[in-house]
């Protein structure tokens, strides 16, 4: 190899070294401002982490179901893998959100999450629910538990937007 190709490639390799270390440094101090690591734990507080989801958590612990139920209890899959990838998904499309400030307000709950949720009303009273709900597909015409019961999670529902 000649002299100027090693020089080239002497500069190419510091230039991708410091653009990985920009990286790995904004990246990090990201997830450290944000708290990332909190977002792995069950706790309902977390959830309250950014600033939006205040008036949902506070009207959660004044909800007929703040004794038995925490956010994650009803808002993500119960299973181990579903879960995380939910949470995953989720803090993906929050931060996005946040960070270009293009969200809704008030915040919206979308299809896939309203499908969770009726899942999860179902596990804790499915066997207290007529058959025909019990195996009712959100999104598709059908009601849903919420559709009556909206109040139980969150308490009265102004300004928490839809559903």
């Given amino acids: 190899m000649a002299s100027g190709e090693q020089h080239r490639v002497g500069w190419t390799v510091v230039a991708l070294a410091v653009m990985l270390g920009l990286l790995a440094g904004i990246g990090g101090y990201t997830f450290l401002y944000a708290e990332g690591l909190s977002y792995m734990s069950d706790e309902p507080k977390v959830c309250a982490n950014c600033h939006i989801m205040q008036p949902q958590y506070d009207s959660w612990q004044k909800a007929s179901h703040h004794t038995v139920a925490t956010c994650v209890d009803c808002h993500l899959p119960h299973g181990f893998i579903g879960k995380y990838v939910a949470k995953a ?33 179902l596990s804790c009273h499915g066997a207290l629910v007529h058959e025909q709900i019990a195996r009712a597909a959100v999104g598709a015409g059908e009601v849903g538990c919420i559709h009556c019961h909206r109040s139980v999670g969150h308490g009265a529902t102004t300004g928490l937007g839809r559903r």
């Fill in 89 to 121: 998904e989720n803090g993906y499309h929050h931060s996005k959100a946040f960070t270009l400030q293009d969200f809704h307000e008030p915040i919206m709950i979308k299809e896939k999450s309203s499908r969770i949720l009726q899942e999860a009303c």
